[in-house]
């Protein structure tokens, strides 16, 4: 099955992974409103209204996400800097999301719901770009182990290089040993 995945187009795995962020925004949003609330939300009563906010969520997030290039990387190459990018990407989310909820001045979502919403859509979003990673790239294979690495140089040491240093960090076979540019910088 995941043969399958990594033989699709890259314009169809960027559309898996938006359609996999469209859910689970509003998701990370009703998990955040049931933590703070200490049960499982139900919009009833004076609530009714908030159920808008979890419709809007994706309009707010998504294009911040497209902007900031979280579809631009593939979910095999996910190192520490796609997921700087991730918590920038859900900070700006999340700041963007709290001024709307300030400015609607709709009754039924507490203030310290934006941290929470802040910490668990961090860690969904983070969380399934990394177990992306983990199913693509699977546990490194036993037998793979006693083979001794190849060390390899990498030609490019912008963001192309750190992620094929980040793929062949993963490989039982290379080991990444120097970069190489032509840039001074």
């Given at each position: 099955?995941?043969?399958?995945?990594?033989?699709?187009?890259?314009?169809?795995?960027?559309?898996?992974?938006?359609?996999?962020?469209?859910?689970?925004?509003?998701?990370?949003?009703?998990?955040?409103?049931?933590?703070?609330?200490?049960?499982?939300?139900?919009p009833?009563?004076?609530?009714?209204?908030?159920?808008?906010?979890?419709?809007?969520?994706?309009?707010?997030?998504?294009?911040?996400?497209?902007?900031l290039?979280?579809?631009?990387?593939?979910?095999?190459?996910?190192?520490?800097?796609?997921?700087?990018?991730?918590?920038?990407?859900?900070?700006?989310?999340?700041?963007?999301?709290?001024?709307?909820?300030?400015?609607?001045?709709?009754?039924?979502?507490?203030?310290?719901?934006?941290?929470i919403?802040?910490?668990?859509?961090?860690?969904?979003?983070?969380?399934?770009?990394?177990?992306?990673?983990?199913?693509?790239?699977?546990?490194?294979?036993?037998?793979?182990?006693?083979?001794?690495?190849k060390?390899?140089?990498?030609?490019?040491?912008?963001?192309?290089?750190?992620?094929?240093?980040?793929?062949?960090?993963?490989?039982?076979?290379?080991?990444?040993?120097?970069?190489?540019?032509?840039?001074?910088?």
């Amino acid at each position: 099955m995941f043969q399958k995945f990594i033989e699709l187009p890259r314009n169809a795995k960027r559309m898996i992974v938006l359609g996999l962020d469209l859910v689970i925004l509003p998701l990370a949003l009703w998990i955040s409103m049931s933590l703070r609330l200490g049960e499982l939300f139900v919009p009833s009563g004076f609530r009714e209204n908030v159920i808008y906010y979890f419709f809007m969520v994706p309009f707010i997030a998504i294009p911040i996400f497209v902007q900031l290039g979280l579809y631009r990387a593939i979910i095999r190459y996910v190192g520490l800097v796609a997921m700087w990018t991730v918590i920038k990407g859900v900070t700006l989310y999340s700041l963007a999301f709290g001024v709307v909820i300030l400015l609607t001045g709709i009754p039924g979502i507490p203030r310290s719901v934006l941290l929470i919403n802040w910490l668990v859509t961090c860690l969904l979003i983070g969380g399934s770009r990394f177990l992306g990673r983990w199913a693509i790239s699977g546990p490194p294979k036993s037998g793979a182990a006693n083979i001794p690495k190849k060390r390899v140089a990498i030609y490019g040491a912008g963001a192309a290089g750190v992620q094929i240093a980040a793929a062949l960090s993963n490989s039982p076979f290379y080991q990444p040993a120097v970069f190489i540019d032509d840039s001074k910088a």
